[in-house]
């Protein structure tokens, strides 16, 4: 069972990290668990690395992000996101919240996974050679909105993110300064039946106030059971694209297992966000 609450928040700016003990790790393709000791507590993640991976050449990174209560393997799941980046050459990041969350905007716990989260990047950047202008945030519930979190508070890190029924909220939904310094696009999969869709949408509507972006035409064929496309270009460059799928609950569009997934849907999630990182870019 998911359960989803709307609790601990951190107002306060995350302050310089300290420097984790880190093992030693030989990058290759597959999957890799690993384990560094952060604020005294030991925290796993998984990496994930395309067949053809060989080190010497720059690779996109996604860090993808779970649900609360959950874990880097039931996202792998429920995303489909190490197959996706089998067949289009990118690496991904999993980190694992403590408990089972992670310290977003809403919910969970009080843990600086903001600095967890910067640091595992820049060691992906160092150690597995991804590139740090293609990197790129994802995640459900709780990981979509730590991808948000992530977007305001780690400026010039990511050149995009894709909250999926996530989003902008608790309190700092309510500050007007609580935006990207640094240009970060989005694109976002709401469900209308979820329970905390019209907080999603009012968030997201926030986002692009502050932003100063103006609604662009939608280009494409017609999409299925309903589901509403919505397009803006912001005043610092970003974009911003909004799925509104009416009949989808608190899930993954297109997830064809796992928790939260939704295979009928009408449309994947998964595929759609690769396709609209792969064509952002950071300044």
């Known amino acids: 069972m998911i359960l989803l609450l709307s609790a601990c928040n951190v107002d306060s ?32 993640f998984l990496v994930h690395a395309p067949p053809g991976y060989d080190a010497k050449t720059p690779l996109p990174l996604v860090v993808t992000m779970h649900y609360y209560p959950g874990d880097s393997a039931g996202i792998a799941t429920t995303s489909g996101m190490s197959a996706k980046a089998d067949k289009e050459n990118f690496l991904v990041l999993y980190p694992d919240g403590w408990s089972g969350g ?3 905007l809403m919910c969970c716990g009080s843990e600086d996974d903001v600095g967890l989260i910067s640091t595992l ?21 709780n990981g979509g909105d730590m991808a948000v979190r992530l977007a305001v508070e780690l400026p010039g890190v990511f050149a995009a993110i894709a909250p999926v029924s996530g989003g902008l909220g608790g309190a700092k939904a309510a500050d007007p300064e609580y935006k990207p310094k640094s240009a970060v696009s989005v694109i976002t999969f709401l469900g209308g039946t979820d329970k905390f869709f019209s907080s999603f949408t009012r968030g997201m509507q926030s986002w692009q106030e502050r932003l100063a972006c103006k609604e662009t035409a939608v280009t494409g064929p017609s999409l299925p059971n309903g589901i509403k496309q919505t397009a803006s270009k912001c005043a610092d460059g970003s974009d911003v694209v909004v799925y509104e799928l009416p009949s989808m609950g608190h899930s993954w569009p297109g997830a064809q297992a796992g928790s939260l997934a939704d295979p009928n849907a ?14 952002h870019r950071a300044g």
């Open 121 to 141: 990047v820049q060691r992906m950047v160092k150690r597995w050679n991804a590139d740090p202008k293609r990197i790129y945030a994802t995640g459900i519930s």
């Open 102 to 104: 992670m310290n977003a």
């Open 13 to 44: 700016p995350p302050t310089t990290p300290p420097s984790p003990t880190e093992s030693v790790e030989n990058p290759a393709p597959g999957d890799h668990r690993f384990t560094l000791e952060w604020n005294g507590k030991p925290r796993s």
């Open 266 to 279: 009408g449309i994947s999630a998964t595929d759609l966000m690769w396709e609209f990182f792969k064509n």
